[in-house]
């Protein structure tokens, strides 16, 4: 007889399953994440003030400098906020599995925990890209920023250059982020109809 949970793939296991690496990852960094997420907002806010009163002073240097930071801070607001998302993704994730084997363990049925389904896949893959292009991106204005201040001539001539390209790499990571955050969203709608299906499956085998 065709089971409930037969068009998903599944693993079977004797005891409490353990913790999967990007379960335990999702517990202990998204806080840290989110702290920094914070950080980052806050120090590209307060640069953003000192920007605006070197425009206003007519600071072209430090204008120069500072448009180059802010975006960078403020996008390691970004970078970091969107992985404590995808963290807290994953740990929801874990807690599901955990809970769901936890049940099926007090019901005295065999423990069946959901294989990891290509959109999960998806979801840590395009994470990964979308944080390395944000990651990459912000290195690169530091790096222009302290050119600028260095007075290099070849950084100042090509700031404006620099900052279009940047930001054009800036919406590609933060669009592939929230690419990933949906994936993982539909990753939690997959669990939730494999565990609703195990529930039954074991209700009707008592």
Excluded: C
């Excluded at 409930?4 to 806080?31: C, D, I, V, Y």
């Excluded at 990651?135 to 302290?146: N, T």
């Excluded at 054009?168 to 539909?186: E, K, T």
């Amino acid at each position: 007889m065709t089971t409930a949970t037969a068009e998903f793939s599944t693993q079977t296991h004797e005891n409490m399953p353990e913790e999967m690496l990007p379960h335990k990852a999702g517990r202990k960094l998204w806080l840290p994440m989110l702290l920094m997420a914070i950080i980052g907002f806050g120090v590209g806010i307060v640069l953003a003030f000192v920007r605006a009163d070197a425009v206003n002073s007519g600071d072209a240097e430090t204008v120069a400098v500072l448009g180059q930071l802010v975006p960078g801070f403020m996008f390691i607001g970004f970078a970091t906020v969107f992985a404590a998302i995808a963290f807290a993704v994953a740990r929801i994730l874990g807690v599901f599995r955990e809970g769901g084997s936890g049940m099926q363990k007090m019901a005295g049925s065999e423990i069946k925990t959901l294989e990891m389904p290509a959109t999960g896949k998806a979801f840590m893959v395009l994470m990964v890209l979308g944080m390395m292009t944000l990651v990459v991106a912000v290195v690169l204005h530091f790096i222009v920023g302290g050119a600028i201040a260095a007075d290099s001539a070849w950084a100042v001539d090509n700031a404006e250059t620099w900052s279009i390209a940047l930001e054009g790499a800036r919406r590609f990571g933060v669009s592939v982020y929230l690419l990933s955050i949906a994936f993982g969203l539909a990753t939690i709608i997959t669990v939730l109809r494999f565990q609703s299906l195990r529930v039954r499956e074991i209700v009707a085998a008592k």
